[in-house]
């Protein structure tokens, strides 16, 4: 069993629903899954920036039009904020350059999406994206299965783009439970070669409604082996949909955790995992 401690770190006013953070020289950027903004807070003066992602972007879109963006990763300078695939108009991924914050380029993954639910057996009702890494050369994107069929699957893909030229490999696990409830992948960052994700119960068969919150979990994935080391319980009340690498020390490692409080409240509080070594 590994030794585990979570508390509240702060609260960041201004970002509600929040699903994804990358925190990096002492800036959190965030995305909400209610929102077509990229949101920049700077830890050293709790000052909070909003760039678009988009035309007119909107916060606390309603639920039938927003984009559903879940997922954030980042490789060198550019930040990369994917769609979940929920439904048809949540297909988008969005480059961003970490610097100055424009926006690259946007990109339909529908091909590649469809591909992903072909292969890994996921019919659209059960196919939703909530986590995302790049490391330069292969992507690892996670299938939430919190749907009827509990799928799962991380995604690995390697190729030279994401819309017609790429290769698929699907691996599928069965996470544990909470009070009965299948745990699902939220989120998931690579450090020293293993994979660090965080899974929620929530008591609902569905991808696009909310049911009631009954826990989450921390798990650890081998990249080589694509095995799963160790699952723990972190909390039995929230639903962390985020998590970003805080500091890594010869003892410890640190993560900063993100909750998605699934209001329009414009409010969201980071948390602090730390897992000894």
């Known amino acids: 069993m590994e030794k585990i401690q979570l508390s509240l770190l702060f609260k960041i006013i201004g970002l509600g629903s929040a699903s994804g953070l990358i925190y990096h020289d002492n800036t959190i950027l965030a995305i909400g899954d209610n929102s077509s903004f990229l949101y920049e807070y700077q830890l050293d003066n709790n000052n909070l ?30 930040l990369y904020i994917f769609g979940s695939g929920s439904t048809e108009n ?18 339909d993954l529908s091909d590649l999406y469809l591909a992903m639910q072909s292969f890994g057996k996921i019919s659209p009702e059960d196919f939703n994206l909530e986590g995302a ?22 995604f690995t893909i390697d190729g030279k783009n994401l819309t017609n030229e790429f290769r698929l490999v699907a691996n599928e696990y069965k996470l ?37 919150v009954l826990g989450s979990i921390v798990g650890r994935i081998d990249v ?13 009340t929230h639903k962390f949909e985020g998590i970003t690498l805080f500091k890594n020390s010869e003892k410890e490692i640190e993560f900063l955790l993100c909750e ?3 209001t329009e409240v414009l409010e969201s509080s980071i948390y602090k995992l730390v897992i000894s070594k």
Do not use: C
Request: proline fraction near 2%.
């Open 49 to 78: 920036k909003r760039h678009e992602l988009a035309e007119n972007s909107e916060e606390n879109i309603p639920k039938k039009l927003k984009p559903d963006f879940e997922a954030i990763t980042k490789y060198q300078d550019t």
């Open 90 to 107: 949540r297909n988008t991924m969005v480059q961003v350059n970490a610097k100055t914050k424009e926006v690259i380029q946007s990109q």
């Open 133 to 154: 890494i790049y490391d330069g050369k292969t992507w690892y994107l996670f299938n939430r299965g919190n749907g009827k069929t509990n799928k799962n699957v991380v």
């Open 176 to 212: 544990p439970k909470i009070k009965g409830i299948r745990t699902s992948f939220t989120d998931a960052i690579l450090v020293d070669n293993k994979i660090y994700f965080l899974a929620t119960a929530e008591n609902t068969d569905s991808t696009y409604n909310d049911g009631e």
């Open 224 to 236: 080589k082996k694509m095995k799963i080391d160790f699952t723990e319980k972190i909390t039995d």
């Open 260 to 262: 998605d409080n699934d």
